[in-house]
């Protein structure tokens, strides 16, 4: 792929040009509304017309407006506010407040970018909003705000239409894509700075990957940043956040990519899905994010969060992978299709395994950003389906091709852990295979051997099993058929059933091994050894609260998690369209969507008979048992895979802290290795000395000038005696004269103490702010 090519740029020196005839009219101020349709500059593949070749970059719509050139060229070729850090916003038809919380989020960061020498005008905003129609619908209704970066009227009278649905450019063709672009500089939220925002409304809807071709192959090949950032409408950076991402990959230019922790916002305590799922991301970033940037390969970097290095992302990973959907869709058959469901996951591994690089991935634990969650059961139901099938299928597709990774240039040490990780995950996938067949065993175990302890109320006991077995049918026959919005109160129902099952299973279990189990001696310290690694490594992360606040919520939830979320997913592994998104099939899609049945039908067939064999089996070796070994050796299985993981992800999380800790004291003691936002801070200092040298040569050319007229006047007193000219009130006036010229002295003496005062608090202060910003950045590291 290459980059913003000289003919786009040679055509935009055009464009500017042509502008120039205009720049009378155009007003100066930075916070005046500006309006271009741009049209993305692609390329179509010959041998297959739907597919794309090339993207580089965006080209203005025909006939001109007054548009401001200067915004763009300055965002482009002026050194000094050159596009530095380009941030995509993904929106779709957001509320109003997801929308201010994103992008209050983003200006209350430019204050932390301003202080360590990064000025505001090198900060970009692009948000790009999935679809014309989608947008109307939020605008209608907070016409008031939208208004401050959107124009309707200006559109309908470029196009010269009164509904916006229905503009069109000239000589449009089929595969032709044009976004209405608003810029506008002005402050956000209690923002003191201005923000750049680019307000881009895509006048099709053509889902969330076209988004970020909008973004990649549009606006950063054209503006060609150093660093990107992906957001969406709803995330919320808290302070320093963006920051932090840009120092890790400031100070190491190995990284890649980053991520921060992603947490919910405003989590309710009474909702049992949204107390679940701070929870369950609290446990993602401790444990699995830790281990997995410990090693140097995270295999996702959240698009709701996350940023890159648009140096690592140019070639095969972006547009041959990331984008592969778009640029070969030939390929994309069932299996496939379900991978590029998470295109991010693909993109981290093509980072990582790069030819001839040694890039890694980080997370970086002190940025943080607040995420709007579903709060029902359905929006989850429909979210987890997209992710489950979609990390499913990528990492079998990135444990399929591991071997790239010995075509980077990592150590040999790097790629030995880069195996052992993909074993790790082989293991993962094959239990999260048998993870419903394993729950259920679980359940039946701890039910039978309670119940055997009273005859006479055995009967309750099979029919409990029986309760289990049939909800968990109810449910694949649901989600074979029916979307979850149209039946959330049932699914609510199972959900509570589930979590009664949880709760009777957690204490049969409790008391199985309590009492029941001949191996006690040993049992015991193991459970307390995996709870004490869990709280330690919750206290050393300051999540120990936090988790105790939504840890029922959570436990309550797993069952439905295992049993409905998971089941919901493979019954619907064929529908691999983006979220949640109410997009209307062409008639292409339908045709494709029977071959993709034909492949639910196969996978979920062999998923339940794999389940059910499983669980059944073991399940009758376990009735057939007289003295009960095989249960015993079951939940000793069981129990031991679990804690082989948990210990796994506690040194991977305990590793990861002491990486941060050394990272600090490194900074700390070896005054040498400065990072290279001090550099930046340094080069600012030096100009503002290289100012007051320059100040303090003009104060000197001032006094050599006074003392030069000095010099004239003493010698036409000598010259000229006032004696002579004054007559009788010669006295008075020489002496007047005399005391002039003595305040004249005074004045140069202290022109010569100010300068030399001047010098000296210019030192003072250049030397206190290259103090300053060295402590700045350890606190930062610190905090």
Sequence with gaps: MSMYNEATQASFRRWSSTKERNSNRASNDSSELIYQPMLLFKTMSTINNKAISEVSGLKWVSPDTNFHDSFFKNLIYCEKTKVEVLIAVSMYNENLKSFKDTINGISENLDYFRQVGIPPEKICVVVIVDGMKAFLETYSKQKSFFQEFFNEEEIKHFFKVENLLDCKIPNQAEDDEFAHCFMKSEPFGDSPHNLQLIFCVKQENKRKLNTHLWFFGGFCEMFQPKYVVLLDVGTKPLRKSLLYLYEAMETDPRIAGCCGEITVMEPDFWNLVEMAQLVEYKLIHIFDKAFESVIGYITVLPGAFSAYRWEALQGDPLWEHYFKSLFHPEDMDPFHSNIYLAEDRVLCLALVSKKDCNYLLRYVKNSVAETDVPDGLSSLMVQRRRWINGSWFALIDSI????????????????????????????IVIFSWFMVGTFFLSFAIAVRHFFNNYPNFIWLGDWLIVAYVTIIIIVFTMSLGVKPGKAEHSFKVISYCYSLFMVYT????GIYIFIKLQDFDWVLPVLLSGVSMFIVIFMLNCALLTILKGIVHFVLMIPTYVNMLLVYAICNIHDCTWGSR?????????????????????????????????????NIIDKTSSDGSSSRWFIYAVGYIGYIIMLLRFLGATIYLIQEFCCKKRLKTLPSVVPAISRRETNRLERISKRSEDRRRSDMEIETNILNKSAENSHDLEKYPLSDIAGKDSSISVADHEKKNNNLSDTIDVSKDNIEVKESDIAQSSKQRKKTFLGYLLQTRKS
């Design 400 to 427: 399929r091709r591991a071997n790239t990774i010995y075509e980077s240039k990592h150590s040999c040490c790097r790629k030995l852990l880069f195996s052992f990780q993909m074993i790790y995950y082989l293991g």
């Design 506 to 509: 957690v204490a049969m279990v």
């Design 582 to 618: 109410p997009d209307q099939m062409t008639a292409e899609e339908t045709k494709k969507l029977e071959e993709f049945e034909e492949f639910r039908t196969k996978w979920a067939v062999i998923w339940v008979l794999c389940n059910a064999a499983f669980a059944y089996y073991l």
